[in-house]
């Protein structure tokens, strides 16, 4: 079956570094990739996404690469600010229409 | 709105009770997901509705779920005797056509406790 696995959290960050967040995938096929984001007392937002091998998804500075020889899809953003405080979820769709979510990271990043 | 509303927000519920949550749709969509998401997990699929039709419904846990979307537009999902196990937030979704490359919309969920 299908699933994704992403790196455990907590993560803390102070403003201004380096994020990442690793999520490797197994699916049958070509899935579709996609990183969605739960501020906090929100729903779940779409961050970005990629289709095909190599594409580049990118938002709001984040960006993650659709790595078809790894099935990886990690999630990076250069420069973090409070404001990126959340739970992040790597996602699939493979061969239909049914989400696969990984666990979630959460992030807090300090002033 | 634009966006994928959910009613209510949060739901309290003794064992053995029924519930229903109401799923409202963005205008236009054709496909509709419910997803259940227990504490600290990522969402679990639970049932997928393609205009009226209910194509999908292999993540329903129980015979104590159902789903319906008479009209194409406004979903429900109804617990039957609810048990603690059925604490989670349920998560509703649209697409415009529910393709894999067309992302899904939710709502901010109903967060159901089962005392």
């Known amino acids: 079956g299908n699933s994704v696995t992403q790196m455990e959290g907590p993560v803390t960050l102070s403003e201004e570094a380096f994020l990442t967040i690793n999520c490797t995938y197994t699916?049958?096929?070509?899935?579709?990739l996609f990183w969605y984001v739960q501020y906090p007392g929100e729903g779940l937002q779409l961050l970005l996404k990629?289709?095909?091998?190599?594409d580049k998804g990118s938002n709001k500075g984040f960006e993650a690469t659709y790595r078809k020889e790894t099935t990886s899809f990690h999630l990076e953003k250069g420069s973090v600010q409070v404001s990126d405080s959340a739970v992040y979820f790597c996602?699939?769709?493979?061969?239909?229409?049914?989400?696969?979510f990984g666990a979630g990271t959460t992030v807090t990043v300090r002033a | 709105g634009a966006g994928v509303s959910q009613s209510p927000r949060y739901k309290v519920a003794k064992r053995g009770q029924d519930v229903a949550l109401r799923c409202d749709p963005i205008s236009g969509h054709v496909s509709l997901f419910w997803y259940q998401q227990a504490l600290g997990q990522g969402p679990e699929f639970l049932t997928y509705?393609?205009?009226?039709?209910?194509?999908?419904k292999s993540g329903l846990p129980s015979d104590r779920f159902f789903a319906e979307r008479p009209e194409g537009s406004v979903s429900t999902l109804k617990i039957q005797r609810t048990q603690q196990e059925d604490s989670a937030v349920y998560l509703c979704?649209?697409?415009?056509?529910?393709?894999?490359?067309?992302?899904?919309?939710f709502g901010d969920g109903t967060r159901l406790s089962i005392l």
């Open positions: 699916a049958t096929g070509y899935p579709s």
């Open positions: 509705f393609q205009n009226e039709a209910q194509l999908d």
């Open positions: 996602a699939l769709i493979a061969n239909d229409y049914k989400l696969s």
């Open positions: 979704a649209s697409s415009l056509e529910g393709l894999s490359n067309q992302p899904q919309h």
């Open positions: 990629a289709t095909k091998a190599d």
